[in-house]
């Protein structure tokens, strides 16, 4: 039998980020795999944890090609991005909570790529007159980051209804980043 490298890594995803403590014997139970196989084809949690980063890099990048950030007004854009994330939610909560993926000399250049398309984002959105310019654009990327976190574990927590993550989200990032007539 073949194990599906892709499936192992959606059930460890959908186990960590419900439960990030997780450990590889649960990982693997969830997998429906023996722990035996599953550390064949990570060698450890790190393994695992870096495996699920290429995962959320690749569903992230997926997701801002998706929003067209260039076409439109900013706000249709942000809308547009939220909604092409929302299913990878969890998983990019998951990963920004992980500090071993952002500490040290190893940083997945991907993150800087996908942090990069978002910052220019935001910056062109200030450039338009639509965002406030006294907020940066990483700090504005990074707020974006925290709310699609938030709004994922509201969400799975049953805090709040799924049907709300993305006007959650995007009216209270525009709520504080849109610039009004005064500033």
Do not use: C
Not at 32 to 50: K, Q, S
């Amino acid at each position: 039998m073949t194990l599906d490298r892709e499936q192992v890594l959606r059930s460890a995803a959908a186990l960590l980020t419900h439960k990030s403590t997780a450990t590889m014997d649960e990982v693997a139970r969830a997998a429906g795999i023996g722990r035996a196989t599953l550390h064949r084809h990570f060698a450890g949690r790190d393994a695992l944890v870096r495996a699920l980063e290429n995962l959320g890099i690749q569903e992230f990048g997926a997701a801002l090609d998706a929003a067209a950030l260039d076409e439109g007004t900013s706000e249709e854009a942000l809308r547009r991005l939220v909604a092409a994330v929302e299913p990878g939610a969890g998983l990019l909560s998951f990963l920004v909570t992980e500090n071993q993926l952002f500490e040290g000399d190893e940083v997945n250049e991907g993150w800087s790529r996908l942090d990069a398309q978002v910052s220019a984002f935001f910056l062109r959105g200030q450039e338009r007159g639509e965002f406030r310019i006294d907020l940066t654009p990483a700090w504005l990327t990074e707020a974006l980051y925290g709310l699609i976190s938030v709004g994922a574990w509201t969400v799975q927590t049953g805090r709040v209804a799924g049907q709300d993550f993305q006007h959650m989200i995007v009216e209270l990032l525009l709520g504080g980043a849109r610039r009004s007539a005064e500033q």
